[in-house]
């Protein structure tokens, strides 16, 4: 699947939900909305809750990564309540922060500005990768001088 298109969300008991991805070069307000709409169908509960295939966690995260640089959505609003309500999995916010770090140069404070976190937060965002255990090893994205 394309980052854009239909966003198939399949649910335990085999019905599907179909959310219409905006075009990659939507603006971001139109990404917010996608964003806004698919938020309500995560957060149903228990057996038959719809959840994003994995093959849509790259989509997922290439939208809330435009989405965030944008400061349509705050990091807490699209990715911390989602993760706590388990509605976001760990290589989700895994797959989101690759795409950050490798805008960022590997640099999470970098990362964090970029996203709107505000400085006075940066000390709970870390700790929320780390508690969460979807912090990746920024010596990976780091950009070796030529």
């Keep these: 699947m394309s980052p854009t298109g239909d966003w198939q969300l399949a649910a335990g008991d085999g019905a599907t939900v ?7 070069d939507a603006p971001p ?3 917010a909305a996608a964003l806004r709409a698919l938020a309500p169908l995560l957060g149903a509960r228990g057996p038959g809750a719809p959840t994003l295939a994995p093959s849509e966690a790259k989509a997922w ?19 911390v309540a989602p993760f706590r309500a388990h509605d976001l999995t760990r290589e989700g916010v895994r797959a989101l922060l690759h795409l950050g770090l490798t805008d960022a140069g590997g640099l999470y404070k970098t990362l964090a500005a970029a996203w709107h976190v505000a400085e006075g937060d940066y000390q709970r965002f870390m700790d929320f990768l780390r508690r969460a255990n979807a912090a990746l090893d920024y010596r990976a994205y780091r950009r070796v001088p030529r």
Excluded at 61 to 79: I, K, N, Q
Aim: net charge negative; no cysteine.
């Design 18 to 24: 179909t959310l219409t991805a905006p075009a990659l």
């Design 29 to 31: 307000s139109a990404v």
């Design 61 to 79: 995260a290439a939208a809330t990564h435009e989405a965030l640089l944008a400061g349509e959505v705050t990091f807490d609003d699209a990715v």
